[in-house]
């Protein structure tokens, strides 16, 4: 028995499959362990993704703070660390 595509299940984790897709998926999955377990984590992720507060995402850094990045990497050819030996 060939298993589901992946866009598949994310599909059905989503929620977003059409009714003829998701009827055989469903009757899929019902029949596959393999199949069945990756549903569950993949709706398990999409669950946890949805339940996140804006609070709770990453704030992308300062404009100073990248520019500051990218000069010193454009100053540096090498490493400022040599390991020994070299």
Same mark, same amino acid.
């Given at each position: 028995m060939a &298993?589901?595509? !992946?866009?598949? /299940? +994310?599909? /059905?984790?989503?929620?977003?499959? =059409?009714?003829?897709?998701? =009827?055989?998926? &469903?009757?899929? +999955?019902?029949?596959?362990r393999s199949c069945r377990e990756q549903l569950e984590r993949m709706t398990r992720v999409v669950a946890l993704a949805? !339940? +996140? %507060?804006?609070? %709770? /995402?990453? +704030?992308?850094? /300062?404009?100073r703070v990248w520019q500051r990045i990218t000069q010193e990497l454009s100053q540096t050819t090498e490493p400022r660390h040599r390991p020994p030996g070299e």
């Open positions: &298993h589901l595509e !992946s866009a598949r /299940l +994310v599909e /059905l984790a989503l929620g977003s499959a =059409t009714l003829p897709e998701e =009827t055989h998926a &469903h009757q899929h +999955v019902s029949t596959c949805r !339940s +996140v %507060d804006a609070a %709770d /995402l990453p +704030v992308a850094p /300062l404009g």
